[in-house]
């Protein structure tokens, strides 16, 4: 099924004891961001804020939208037992499938609109999520829309903003993200300054493909209606030559000027740590505000794994990456992006068909679009599972040569938030790899070389794991 809006979401998820309502006060400054924060850590429902400590009531938050793998599959309308590699077929069954959006002149995100002198960013509860927050921020769970000024091609991203004043935020805009191409590159060097809308509080394929890893002149939006079976509706900004999801609970309509900066973060991020430096970073002037009455703020507390970022990222990240493997005809069987790892950590698994074919699927990976910024890639021989994480772990302490079969690269691209990086690597996005061979060599005897599993169905006669089985009640065994 699809939902509507988000409302329709949070009720669904009410229904399946995914989410809780929350009716007692819950202060924004901190005490907000640590209920969802301990959420995360301890896989409960996602909580629904009703009442904000300084605002008025029908002012609510809502945390956690797709913190686990049944959110994402529920949100796709599929059982919430839905395992990951399942998870991954259907969205590549379904995402090459685009539905082109519609437009439409009335929308539940038009019942207030405040332009110019009357926009108040404080009107909403934005939390300060971490203690030690550069500020309040009211851009953590959202999506961002900009367009293209040459070819018209409009990207859905998520990009942090934290609140300066009433009508200034200042957001990480970096070059290798989409929003940056657009500001960086095209914007900036012209002089002019780049529009921008902000949807918060969409519905929860809207959100996921914000977080979508599709390349460059793609647009998420008709990416969105081939997973909801159809039409996302749009609606024109006020102020500005942009559309946004209709269904929207609160929708910014701002201009980032080119080099005009503001002091922005530190924040708690998405790898776990608060890795990335306060700085100046580009300013978002608002221009408009338009909110259903009674409005939800969708906010991600991120940090250490599994949370709102980690579950949707490693099923679409990992299934872009499984299909581009497929598309090159590497003889890949399953691969896993694990969201404990805050998309850090990916495992593949193969059927070698030559020496060193490893190295080739490290580097297919790290051509790819999603798994670009992946710093390391584990290769593993068919019999493994990537999703059974002591089979991946006994595989790589027990199969990778501790000197051949760890190849490291270094001066890679890399990112301002990894978290092993010096912060001069930070401050110039310079990045290592490595990938680990924990595949037997082909050269090896299977039947004196390779040394076989001691494992259940590995070194016992099928007829008798057959037998044992069968029989496995009539032992004592549940």
């Not at 995402?95 to 960013?121: F, M, S, W, Y």
């Not at 890399?414 to 912060?423: D, K």
């Not at 060599?441 to 590995?458: G, N, Q």
Request: glycine share 8%.
């Amino acid at each position: 099924m699809a939902f509507e809006d988000l409302r329709d979401f949070i009720a669904a998820l009410e229904k399946q004891k995914e989410a809780v309502s929350i009716a007692q006060e819950v202060d924004w400054n901190l005490e907000a961001g640590a209920i969802l924060r301990r959420t995360y850590e301890l896989g409960l429902p996602a909580p629904f804020f009703q009442r904000i400590k300084g605002y008025p009531e029908g002012y609510r938050m809502f945390g956690g939208t797709l913190g686990t793998h049944r959110r994402l599959a529920l949100a796709w309308g599929l059982d919430p037992k839905t395992n990951y590699r399942d998870l991954m077929e259907f969205y590549l069954g379904k995402k090459d499938k685009t539905i082109k959006p519609i437009l439409v002149k009335d929308a539940p995100c038009k019942e207030n609109i405040h332009i110019g002198e009357d926009v108040d960013l404080l009107e909403f509860p934005a939390p300060m999520l971490h203690d030690g927050d550069g500020g309040r921020y009211l851009c953590s769970w959202h999506c961002n829309i900009s367009k293209d000024p040459d070819t018209g091609w409009v990207n859905w991203g998520m990009y942090r903003a934290m609140i300066l004043t009433k009508n200034t935020m200042a957001g990480l805009v970096e070059p290798h993200k989409h929003i940056g191409y657009h500001h960086l590159r095209k914007y900036e060097p012209r002089d002019e300054p780049m529009p921008v809308a902000i949807a918060i509080g969409t519905d929860p394929i809207s959100s996921l493909m914000a977080l979508s890893a599709v390349p460059p002149g793609v647009d998420e939006v008709d990416i969105a209606g081939a997973l909801q079976g159809k039409p996302t509706k749009l609606v024109k900004c006020e102020t500005i030559d942009l559309e946004v999801p209709a269904t929207s609970e609160i929708v910014i309509e701002a201009e980032i000027w080119p080099k005009e900066r503001a002091w922005e973060g530190p924040f708690g991020e998405y790898t776990g740590y608060r890795a990335s430096p306060r700085d100046k970073r580009p300013v978002y002037r608002v221009k408009a505000i338009t909110h259903r009455t009674n409005p939800i703020l969708t906010v991600s507390c991120m940090g250490v794994p599994i949370d709102d970022n980690d579950a949707p990222v490693s099923v679409t990240h990992g299934a872009e990456i499984l299909q581009e493997l497929r598309t090159k005809g590497q003889p890949v069987v399953d691969l896993c992006l694990y969201p404990e790892c805050a998309g850090l950590l990916l495992a593949v698994s193969i059927k070698p068909t030559e020496a060193n074919i490893a190295q080739r699927i490290a580097h297919i990976v790290w051509g790819t679009f999603p798994g670009r910024n992946i710093p390391y890639v584990i290769v593993l021989d068919d019999d493994i599972d990537p999703q059974n994480m002591p089979q991946v772990m006994h595989a790589l302490a027990s199969k990778c040569h501790p000197y051949r079969g760890i190849k490291r690269l270094e001066h890679t691209v890399g990112h301002s938030l990894l978290p092993f990086s010096n912060r001069y690597e930070r401050l110039n996005r310079l990045g290592s790899k490595a990938y680990f061979d924990c595949t037997w060599p082909l050269d090896w005897d299977p039947s004196i070389a390779v040394p076989p599993r001691a494992s259940f169905d590995k070194i016992y006669p099928k007829e008798l794991q057959e037998h044992v089985v069968k029989n496995w009640k009539s032992y004592g065994f549940e």
